[in-house]
């Protein structure tokens, strides 16, 4: 049986930066230090298991599986 693959929820920069316990500011910082342009031709940055992306100039923040907690 395939596992199916769970979809990326997108949080805003402000509960993202809360969760890492970061301000938004330094966040953001933190993303454009690493951002590089997609296959698509977004604009992304990833550090330790955290996506960052450019929705319509505004940066949307990915946990990867290291950040979520097993059930």
């Known amino acids: 049986m395939k596992a ?11 509960d993202a930066a809360a969760t ?4 938004p500011d330094a966040l953001r ?6 951002v ?7 604009v992304e940055a990833q550090l330790d298991g955290v996506r ?11 946990f990867g599986d290291s950040w979520c907690s097993q059930r």
Do not use: C, I
């Open 52 to 62: 960052g992306r450019k929705f319509a100039n505004r940066w949307r923040v990915s």
């Open 20 to 23: 890492l316990g970061l301000t």
């Open 36 to 42: 590089a342009r997609a296959k698509d031709g977004g």
């Open 29 to 34: 910082k933190q993303l454009e230090r690493h």
């Open 4 to 14: 199916q693959k769970v979809p990326l929820r997108w949080y805003s920069m402000r």
